[in-house]
Structures are given as structure tokens and as C-alpha cells.
């Protein structure tokens, strides 16, 4: 097991510390940044909309053990099961994958390599950290459950004109829909990678929409192949133009491809934020049985 690379407790106490760390990284470039806030118990729910503001990421995660911690009485066993909650720079969200990665990472850095249980406001969850013998961060996570249904043609609509696509732009094998993997999203397919490096939209118009219809992201995607797709998702939802890397929208997508039957062979990779100039891997692996979680792994970077 890895050793924490500092003192994690004074007297059996968590001490407070907010890291930076970069989940989904492509190597040591790129991912999508993330604040970790990790203490003895959470802070008022202002106060972490305030640091999460202040952090100015997508998303910043607060951690803190589900259970008191013991106090006294020999050596402390690192703590199994935490309470957790995302916040934006301008709203809490139920669920955030690249902030759960960056969280998994920031625990084996602390308390050693291992699976965690994760408390969130509309599930529970799990995560693991690790190196490699490299010296490189990876973690893992256990999504919510998921699920899918056909995206109602007036919204498809209006989602297609925010980004000034047409139906003709859309790829028929995989159809809009609204996706869940612990949190809710839109996702349009497109049928060429050229039409997914030209997203632009208005930003107060998508926030409006996204807020509107509780989409945490509209996840636009494109197949390269049937395991390997390229993604963009925008966030105007949370206070955030475009995110680089995206763990929820990529489990609830992996759930979709899975309802539909698409040839996935039990697992498919994702490219985000490449158009951003912060390529970020993904990676997925999809059981057969419908609804059920999705593992999504990926590298990550101090910062």
C-alpha cells in the first residue's frame, strides 16, 4: 500500500487541507482541475460555496468522515467511509467525476492507496487511489446507477439552435436522450469531429436552458470508433463555459451506449477538452447488467 506522503492527523483529528489536482490527465498534461477540500467535518454550505468560488474550478469536492473519528487509544486506522459534497464557483451539484478522481488521489495521498466509501447527497458511491510504479496518480470511482431516456423533440430543438446545429448534424445511431449517472445530463452524438471542434454557444442562453432543465452538462459527442469517442461538455450550469473533463457525464453516457446495445466490448475510452488545449483521457468499463454502475478511471496530476 502506498504511505501518505504527510501527517494526515494530530491526536486523531483530520487536519484541514485544500490540494489542486488535475483528474482524467493525459500523462503529465492536461485533465480537468479540481479543488479538494478534506477535513474533520464540512463547513456550512456557504462557506464551501465560498472556497469553491475562490478555488475558481469547475467543481471543488468537501470531505470529511462519515463517522467521528476515534480520539484517543493507539494508532488511528485511516477513515473507510467519508461525507461528501461538490460545489461549482456558482452552484452545488450532486455529483462530480473528475472531482471524485481528484478526491481519490488526494485520500491515497493522505491515508494510502485503498477503496473509500463516499456518502453523496443522492447516492453512495466508491473510490480508489494508487500509483503506479511510475510515480503516477491514478484513481477509480463506482458511479451511481444508471439510466436513460429519449430526449423530448421540443428541447432536442433548442439544445440543437443554442449551438447553432441542425438535425442533419446528428449521428442516428445514437439519439439525443437524457442520461443519469448520478447526475443528470443531455447528449447529442454528432456525426463528424469537425462539428464537435465548432461548438460555440452563448453562455447566458445555455445557462438558462441548462438551469432550466436540471442539466448538470450537455454532453456533445463523436465516435471514432465504437470504443473510442471524442466529447465536449459545456457547464454553464455550474458558472462554467466548457468542462475539460467530465467522470459523471462519462458514466451516464457509458450507461446509455449500454441501453442501447452498442457495441462498447464492455468498455470505451473518451478524449475531452483536447479542443481547449487540455486533452484529458477517460476510461470506462460497462458490466452487462442494465442500470448498474460504471467504473471510470483515468490519471491524474498534482498541481
Request: hydrophobic fraction near 45%; charged fraction near 20%.
Amino acid at each position: 500500500m502506498t504511505q501518505p506522503e504527510h501527517p494526515a492527523q494530530a491526536d486523531g483529528v483530520i487536519t484541514t487541507e485544500l490540494t489542486r489536482i488535475a483528474a482524467f490527465a493525459d500523462g503529465e498534461q492536461g485533465g480537468n482541475p479540481a479543488g479538494v477540500w478534506i477535513g474533520a467535518s464540512l463547513p456550512a454550505a456557504s462557506e464551501m460555496q465560498r472556497i469553491a468560488a475562490e478555488v475558481g474550478f469547475s467543481e471543488t469536492a468537501f470531505a470529511a468522515p462519515l463517522s467521528a473519528h476515534p480520539s484517543s487509544g493507539g494508532a488511528h486506522p485511516a477513515p473507510r467511509e467519508w461525507r461528501v459534497r461538490y460545489f461549482s464557483p456558482e452552484a452545488e451539484v450532486p455529483f462530480c467525476g473528475h472531482a471524485t478522481i481528484a478526491l481519490g488521489v488526494a485520500l491515497a495521498r493522505r491515508f494510502g492507496a485503498g477503496d473509500v466509501g463516499l456518502s453523496l447527497s443522492q447516492a453512495a458511491i466508491r473510490v480508489s487511489g494508487w500509483q503506479d510504479e511510475a510515480g503516477q496518480w491514478l484513481a477509480a470511482l463506482q458511479s451511481p446507477l444508471t439510466r436513460s431516456q429519449p430526449a423530448p423533440a421540443d428541447v432536442v430543438r433548442e439544445a440543437l439552435a443554442l449551438f447553432g446545429y441542425h438535425a442533419a448534424d446528428l449521428d442516428p445511431r445514437i439519439p439525443p436522450a437524457l442520461i443519469h449517472g448520478g447526475a443528470d445530463h443531455l447528449v447529442l452524438a454528432l456525426n463528424s469531429r469537425e462539428a464537435l471542434r465548432a461548438m460555440d454557444y452563448e453562455f447566458a442562453q445555455g445557462q438558462i436552458l441548462m438551469r432550466r432543465e436540471g442539466w448538470v452538462t450537455i454532453l456533445l459527442s463523436h465516435a471514432e470508433s465504437h470504443q473510442l469517442f471524442h466529447t465536449r461538455n459545456p457547464f454553464a450550469y455550474g458558472g462554467v463555459y466548457e468542462d475539460a473533463a467530465t467522470g459523471a457525464a462519462t458514466a451516464a453516457f457509458a450507461g446509455y451506449l449500454r441501453d442501447l446495445r452498442w457495441p462498447h466490448g464492455g468498455m470505451i475510452d473518451l478524449i475531452q477538452g483536447e479542443d481547449m488545449g487540455m486533452r484529458s483521457r477517460l476510461h470506462a468499463e460497462i458490466p452487462a447488467e442494465p442500470g448498474s454502475s460504471i467504473r471510470v478511471s483515468g490519471k491524474a496530476r498534482l498541481m
